[in-house]
């Protein structure tokens, strides 16, 4: 091997290297998966909720970034329980963290103040529910 | 006329095969629309296994975040077209891209169809299948801005030899038939689908985002 051959596999060594080492996760996911097949596949919402929750605190914790939507997810866990004031927080952070949901939050957080001045409704599961089409 | 016939048939093969390899390395349409949120909506399911939907959906939002785009929670997606009366993903997928740019706000939606999800078992082994294709649009203009199919496969058995070998392994394989673990292989297959050269070229969040072109 002359000089030239060996700095090649050294430079291709390296590379490979900093190539295994480069795949570093943009967010947090902790238990994020299990928590929405707690309640998609499991049906179970109070452990979903748990594992949702616990995710975002270990994420803020952590310094890592809390994935997208995990806020929003959180925020309609909370509405679907009866805690509109707490929903209407977390979508708030939801459109803070991340601009491109900021309609959709927005919208939302609209949608409870509105059911929020009308007298109480027996209809609490349903956010959008007005804009039912025939 | 016979040896005619037969050359536009090998004609024809010729141009389909070119078409399909053109369309696949054609990223013109989403660097122009250059996304950087995608809702997923709920999975068309072509098998009669009535768990895939929601086992893909648990496993769909972190690859797909993972490349740097803004994913739109998938649970409160399914909540919200419910709350508007829609539950059928059939229907759902039928609807003008526009609809998830009002409703949500998206750059873009992704589309997605389970075509195989089963355990096939041969003998003493067993394979289990996940096969999904997926189509993302722009909600602005509609185009189809991107297209993808994956399959995960996970085989067992067939390795250990004996008689004693081959009784475990028919056990194994009769406990496992009742309670198939696709998690594993759904989240396999979302994460393969979006990386290069084939997949999404990476978004906003991901630092390689503009400089990855080459990859593709």
């Known amino acids: 091997m002359n000089k030239q051959q060996i700095c090649l596999v050294v430079i291709s060594l390296s590379t490979l290297l900093l190539c295994a080492c480069a795949p570093k996760s943009l967010f947090y996911w902790g238990d994020y998966e299990t928590s929405i097949s707690d309640r998609w596949v499991e049906n179970d919402n109070d452990i979903g909720e748990q594992h949702l929750q616990q995710t975002i605190t270990a994420a803020e914790q952590s310094g890592s970034k809390v994935p997208p939507g995990l806020y929003a997810d959180y925020g309609i866990m909370l509405y679907r329980r009866g805690n509109p004031d707490g929903a209407i927080a977390y979508f708030d952070k939801e459109r803070k963290t991340f601009p491109e949901s900021r309609l959709l939050m927005s919208k939302l957080i609209d949608k409870i103040h509105e059911k929020q001045k009308k007298t109480p409704t027996q209809d609490s599961q349903s956010i959008l529910g007005e804009e039912k089409k025939p | ?216």
């Open chain 2, 1 to 216: 006329m016979k040896k005619t016939f037969l050359g536009l048939i090998v004609a024809m093969f010729f141009v389909s095969g070119c078409s399909t390899t053109m369309q696949k390395k054609d990223y013109s349409a989403f660097y122009a629309h250059s996304p950087r949120s995608i809702v997923v909506v709920p999975a068309l399911n072509n098998t009669t296994e009535i768990n895939a939907p929601s086992v893909f959906a648990s496993t769909i939002t972190a690859p797909l975040a993972e490349r740097g785009y803004y994913v739109f929670p998938v649970y409160l997606t399914d909540i919200l077209l419910k709350d508007i009366g829609l539950s059928e993903a059939g229907h759902i997928h039928q609807l003008p891209p526009s609809r998830f740019l009002d409703l949500f706000g998206a750059d873009a939606v992704l589309f997605v169809t389970i075509v195989d999800w089963s355990t096939k078992y041969i003998l003493i082994s067993s394979s289990v299948v996940v096969h999904m294709k997926y189509e993302l649009k722009d909600t602005r203009t509609g185009l189809s801005l991107w297209q993808g199919e994956q399959r995960a496969v996970r085989s067992s058995g067939g390795g250990a030899g004996g008689v004693a070998g081959l009784i475990v392994m028919a056990i194994d394989a009769a406990i496992t038939a009742m309670v198939v673990d696709y998690m594993p292989l759904a989240r396999q297959a979302n994460q393969q689908v979006f990386l290069p050269s084939k997949g999404l070229p990476v978004g906003p969040y991901n630092p390689e985002y503009k400089t990855d072109q080459s990859k593709f």
